[in-house]
């Protein structure tokens, strides 16, 4: 079993920049594909980004390119969401993810381990 905190979300403005992380406890995540999902009120969890063990290859939904980095330290057990020039529609409850294959998914029914998940709201 894979044990996923997300920490890091808060408060702030639009044009703003928030580091969220994803620590894993109970098993080594080095070969997990890991993702971010949100999801805001009255909506569905939506895809946010996604990296791969084998390769690091990262995959983003179109909203957030160029924006958010998605990145991963396996030497300590942690996945990171880098979030730069925030804006309002970002808000949301953002949950970390993975799945014990080698490329990351967008499908949010193909992962296996969910954090508790973090507030972010973006004021405008």
């Known amino acids: 079993q894979v044990q996923l905190v997300e920490s890091g979300g808060g408060l702030v403005q639009a044009g703003g920049s928030l580091r969220l992380s994803c620590a894993a406890s109970g098993r080594t995540i080095s070969r997990y594909a890991m993702g971010w999902f949100r999801q805001a009120p009255g909506k569905e969890r939506e895809f946010v980004a996604a990296?791969?063990?084998?390769?690091?290859?990262?995959y983003y939904t179109d909203s957030v390119k160029g924006r958010f980095t998605i990145s991963r330290d396996n030497a300590k057990n942690t996945v990171y969401l880098q979030m730069n020039t925030l804006k309002p529609e970002d808000t949301a409850v953002y949950y970390c993810a993975g799945r014990g294959t080698m490329v990351g998914s967008s499908d949010v029914k193909s992962y296996d381990y969910w954090g508790q998940g973090t507030q972010v709201t973006v004021s405008s």
């Open positions: 990296v791969s063990w084998s390769n690091g290859n990262t």
